[in-house]
């Protein structure tokens, strides 16, 4: 029986509705699960209707102090949430300028010969597992940093930072490439024609042009910073305070969950919700910053060289 043309595209448009919607279905499980998790940490009950300790919403936000299993427990996640927002700004501060940079080499200045050895071996680091990279952080980079500073621990903030950037230099370099890349050919020649040097044409022209592919790159990069959990748990140090320095240890809120989730009971005490609860904060702080990424890459998207 031969299926008509209509049908057949019927039949593909619905098969990649079935894939996008599995894709949406599954995001919204995950956010269920979170929040019925995470609700009886200030609800005081769990999903069977047990009663249970409750929380204060703005202590445990705010709060300094996070001790689950001390005699007298602390609940404050606010040392946690400065710890991963120090160790994304400094290892933004770190991979933004050298993700950037290698995208601007591989798109505009390096020979074809170089690019495609260079670009295959920056990409390979995405490729790195997370635990090879937080163990490279725990043996080679944490002695050069007590040799190098004279500190007392090797695995701090700054230890944590330089690992993550490495992860985050491969995401921004790809999508950076990309947005550089789709900048029209008639717009670098345009400038070279007015008597632009490569490098000023390279700096108020294309960059400027490629805006909005970049400001995606950056923010994407940060968002895989801030939601790494093994590189953060092997070489941050650990300690759940509010970092003073750069050579602090600190614990940010991917380390703090996988390190304690172990240590509780399955769904039958706050600790367990508390932590679910922390889990929707790093989870509604990891979508603002893929929504920010979507809203920058529409307000500032061009197209062709009409609109440059």
Known sequence: MLVSRSNKEKLIRGMFLLCASASIIALGLIMYFLISEALPTFTGFDAMGEKISGLNFFDFIFG??????????????????????????????????????TAVYLAEIAPHKVREIVKPMVELLASLPSVVIG???????????????????????????????????????????????????????????????????????????????????????????IGETMVVLMVAGGAARIPTSIFDPVRPMPASIAAEMGETSFGLERHYFALFAIAMVLFIITFLFNLLADHIAHKYKQVGSASL
């Open 64 to 101: 300094t102090q996070w001790k689950p299993i001390s005699s007298h427990p602390r609940w404050g996640i606010l040392p946690l949430i400065m710890g991963s927002f120090w160790v994304t700004l400094l290892s933004s501060l770190i991979a933004i300028p050298l993700g950037i940079m």
């Open 135 to 225: 163990f490279f952080g725990m043996v080679v980079v944490a002695p050069i940093l007590l040799n190098m500073f004279n500190i007392r621990f090797g695995v701090n903030m700054l230890n944590a930072s330089i690992m993550l950037a490495f992860m985050a230099v491969p995401t921004i370099t790809s999508i950076a490439e990309d947005a550089i890349h789709s900048v029209p050919d008639e717009v670098r020649e345009g400038s070279l024609a007015l008597g632009a040097t490569r490098f000023e044409t390279i700096w108020r022209v294309v960059l400027p042009s490629s805006l909005s592919g970049l400001s995606t790159a950056v923010i994407l990069g940060m968002s895989r910073s």
